[in-house]
């Protein structure tokens, strides 16, 4: 679209569909290499041919919070495109619906050693390899759960919470070299959100100013001007992608 990107190199977690896949799909339009990263080795096939194929992304498969994996990623990276400029953490999960009085502990650790410590990994590994001497930037994928109460997800919104404030931390200690955002999505449809609003979409978008639920690519464009030099004065903020829902009192 615009070669904004040309000659950098951007991993993205939990990108072989959803949101990630979105986010990969536009910074590869804008010029970027891509590594993607799922558990799935057959979906990142898929996804890197989405992308253009093996001269424009590269696919690892792995758990997002297995160190392993990280190294190996970030080693591949490297190797095959010679840098990590950008580092987009969009890999959560969520395997519960429900409220928090019944929460299953070993689900609630899973949820958090997910979405809190794989990211604060991520980030300490890239760092460590490349952008500690040579800059870059970061983008934390969030979730509007965590700025209000998200009946049946709450401890899901909990972590997020956590990565919205190490968005800041981060940002606070990573300066000026490596610029850290976050962007906080409310409902996106995806795989990942159907409980949100399957067999209810119509009722859903009506709370919606824009009357309407998010898409991926909503979500892509606005971390890939996250990571531009367009937001070069821009650290530590986590930015609300919502369609207007927090601005209305019944809202999802």
């Not at 930015?239 to 999802?252: C, H, I, M, P, R």
């Amino acid at each position: 679209m615009t070669g904004r990107f040309a000659g950098r190199t951007a991993i993205v977690t939990g990108a072989s569909r959803g949101i990630g896949l979105a986010v990969a799909a536009r910074l590869a339009a804008d010029g970027a290499k891509v590594v993607v990263t799922a558990r799935r080795k057959d979906a990142l096939d898929e996804a890197v041919e989405r992308l253009g194929g093996a001269g424009h992304a590269l696919g690892v498969a792995g758990k997002a919070d297995d160190p392993g994996h990280q190294d190996d990623a970030i080693r591949r990276a490297i190797r095959s495109f010679g840098s990590v400029d950008f580092l987009v953490n969009s890999a959560g999960v969520n395997p519960v619906y429900g409220p928090m009085t019944e929460l299953d502990l070993g689900a609630a650790r899973k949820i958090f050693e997910v979405n809190c410590l794989a990211a604060l990994s991520w980030v300490q590994k890239v760092h460590r390899a490349w952008m500690g001497d040579h800059g870059g930037a970061i983008v934390n994928v969030s979730s509007l759960s965590a700025v209000r109460s998200a009946p049946g997800i709450g401890f899901y919104g909990a972590t997020k919470a956590m990565l919205n404030s190490m968005t800041e931390q981060l940002a606070a200690e990573l300066g000026p070299g490596i610029r850290v955002n976050g962007v906080a999505p409310a409902v996106v449809k995806t795989r990942f959100a159907t409980a949100l609003y399957e067999g209810r979409e119509d009722e859903a978008r009506r709370a919606y100013p824009l009357r309407r639920l998010g898409e991926p690519d909503d979500i892509g464009g606005v971390v890939a001007f996250l990571l531009s030099a367009d937001a070069a004065w821009m650290t530590g903020r986590t930015v609300v992608v919502d369609g207007g829902v927090s601005l209305t009192a019944g809202g999802e």
